[in-house]
């Protein structure tokens, strides 16, 4: 199916990341390319790896403050004939801070410029976090260039089951892509999952360069999400579409991932046993699942990945491992997740009954339903305290 390639030496889940990702400025390795690209009059540090050219290319869009070297680990576990292509958003890694700010609805010609000036017209897309509102924005408004879609620890923008005031408090300052010390004391109640266990991990991944950012680059890159959301368009996305959460994720409660894949026609959800960073920390499980989908050439990609998914929980055999949800089956009667240790349940979450009321009902039209018989029929992908 894929030519799944062995982690580098020295490389297993958690400890490994000291060693792919050293306190220093990290070049461009063999078959890879750093450059500068002036796109629109933004300028971005861009890396791009050559691959097979019967294959589009991957496009990755970082997390909110996050440069490209941050998810190495991911890259590193990929097949060494995809073509990838990461870039710094203005302000962050080692891309200038834009003069004024944007707007997430305005930066598709940015990825579009991106993929012209390095010769390709269309590309598979992976978004995590921030960028996975990048990267619904793109396949909605150009869909002819978005092949794949892959949605990682992320969510539908301002409608949406938001994490922990307390947690997303933190995400209001850039200090932890500044202070290394600091990372490391948050990491654990800010990202979930292995770093709950090994806070240094958060610390040695969020700081793989010697020179932040500026912090005008974060803030204007926060601020673009403002008022940003896919909820009611998600219907059109069109674009066979891979969904992965953790199940211990402060920042983006499990509950957005069901809902987006209610909304999303050709998707499917596959829930891991970790959290916010684990595409990084735990690569070498969750790239191959990533690599199942991409390369199938047709809409069995969905059933590929989640076969994947199934042959990884029986390699790891635990059953508090990668989880998937069949086509066609209501994500509410999969098998509970184990969550990690200190993770939060969602009844829990103060702000889940005042904002439910808006969801709902924005979910439901999308849908073109309406009203109770949602529960009735079976369709609701909110835990029923976020109903009452």
Known sequence: ??????????????????????????????????????????????????????WPPLLLCNGIGAPLEVFQPFVDALDRRRAIIRFDMPGTGESPASALPYHLATLPPLLSGLLDQLGYQQADVLGISWGGGLAQQFALSRPDR?????????????????????????????????????????????????????????????????RPGPARGYYYQLASGIGWTSLPRLPRLQQPTLILAGDDDPIIPLVNARIMHRLIPRSELHIYHGGHLDLATDAEHLAPVVEAFLTAETADGIAAAHDQTRRLRRRRGRAGGLRAHTPGRPADHARPATALPGARSPAAHPLAAPIAPIIAPTALAAQG???????ARGLCVLPPCYCA
């Open 146 to 210: 978005v092949r794949r879609l892959v949605l990682v620890a992320t969510g539908p923008g301002a409608l949406m089951i938001p994490g922990h005031p307390r947690v997303l408090l933190r995400m209001l300052t850039p200090r932890r892509h500044h202070d290394p010390a600091h990372a490391a004391r948050i990491a654990g109640e800010l990202y979930g999952g292995s770093v709950r266990d090994d806070p240094a991990l958060a610390r040695d991944l969020l700081h793989p360069t010697a």
């Open 369 to 375: 339903l309406s009203g109770d018989p949602v529960h």
């Open 1 to 54: 199916m894929t030519d799944r390639r062995k982690a580098r030496p020295g490389f297993r889940a958690g400890s490994g990341l000291r060693q792919l990702i050293p306190g220093r400025p990290r070049r461009a390795v063999p078959g890879e390319q750093m450059r500068t690209l002036s796109i629109g009059g933004r300028v971005l540090r861009v890396a791009a790896r050559d691959g097979n050219p019967d």
